[in-house]
């Protein structure tokens, strides 16, 4: 088993920066990828960046592509997402996710353990 706390969340203007980390406890979280994924109202919930064990893999969603970036310190089993120039679109809960694969992952079905969330708001 595998528990995820997302931190970092709040309010932030258009074109400003935000932070999320997702602490790890359990059995050893540096065995997983993991992901960020987001989820606003009335909508699905969608994958926004992925990362895989050793975090020399990355994947992004296009509408976070060269905005969003995903790392993890493995040593403090912490994953983390610099979120710049922040768009009112990015509204959302933000939940981060371990999977059981090695690899980056892109499907929700493929992650086992899942955080609490995090809201994200952005003010135009």
């Known amino acids: 088993q595998v528990q995820l706390v997302e931190s970092g969340g709040g309010l932030v203007q258009a074109g400003g920066s935000l932070r999320l980390s997702c602490a790890a406890s359990?059995?050893?979280?540096?065995?997983?990828?993991m992901g960020w994924f987001r989820q606003a109202p009335g909508k699905e919930r969608e994958l926004v960046a992925a990362?895989?064990?050793?975090?020399?893999?990355?994947y992004y969603a296009d509408s976070v592509k060269g905005r969003f970036t995903v790392s993890r310190d493995n040593a403090k089993n912490t994953m983390y997402l610099q979120m710049n120039s922040a768009k009112p679109e990015d509204t959302a809960v933000y939940y981060c996710?371990?999977?059981?694969?090695?690899?980056?992952?892109?499907?929700?079905?493929?992650?086992?353990?899942w955080g609490q969330g995090t809201q994200v708001t952005v003010s135009s």
């Open positions: 990362i895989n064990r050793n975090g020399g893999s990355t």
């Open positions: 359990g059995r050893t979280s540096r065995q997983y990828a």
């Open positions: 996710a371990a999977s059981q694969f090695l690899g980056v992952r892109l499907v929700v079905g493929e992650y086992a353990y």
